[in-house]
């Protein structure tokens, strides 16, 4: 039987695995000096190339509004660069360093090693599978959803 204590309790192994994930992975990018929220950043650019401020907020999973001070942070470490758009000259571009790119590799070993570290605890394909979908409708109808579904097409439907 469901009940309102199940819920709570569920909120709070949500809660709590994205808290353990967090705390893993940064301790993987800590000797790069990176926290998760700046790594993702950092794929992001590296997969969807140069992008307004706007346009890296609309696939940011880990901040809500504008990142600019994330995206500074990054610019301050000579990460990212922030560019006029040749476009629209009152636009600015964010893209890679060559000090970015040079990242890039060690984030996904990082980011591999976190989820062989999931696999370790959830080796059942089903019950992964399932989770994905629980989630999925879950998050369907927010922003959340929203960005998860831009930067992962295929695997939404």
Avoid at 37 to 47: D, S
Avoid at 69 to 89: A, E, M, P, T, Y
Wanted: aromatic content about 6%; glycine content about 6%; charged content about 25%.
């Amino acid at each position: 039987m469901l009940t309102e204590k199940k819920v709570e309790l569920l909120r709070f192994l949500i809660k709590g695995s994205e808290r353990e994930s967090t705390s893993v992975f940064n301790s993987m990018l800590s000797t790069y000096g990176l926290t998760t929220n700046q790594a993702e950043v950092l794929l992001i650019l590296f997969q969807s190339g140069p992008l307004s401020l706007k346009e890296l907020g609309q696939l940011l999973i880990c901040e809500k509004g504008s990142p600019s001070r994330l995206v500074q942070s990054l610019i301050n470490k000579g990460f990212v660069d922030k560019l006029v758009n040749k476009k629209d000259r009152r636009k600015n571009v964010l893209s890679l360093t060559e000090k970015g790119k040079l990242l890039v590799p060690d984030i996904n070993e990082a980011s591999h090693r976190l989820n062989l570290f999931i696999l370790q605890q959830i080796d059942d394909a089903s019950s992964i599978d399932q989770l994905i979908k629980i989630f999925k409708t879950y998050l369907s109808q927010t922003d959340s959803g929203a960005k998860i579904k831009r930067r992962y097409p295929e695997e939404w439907k």
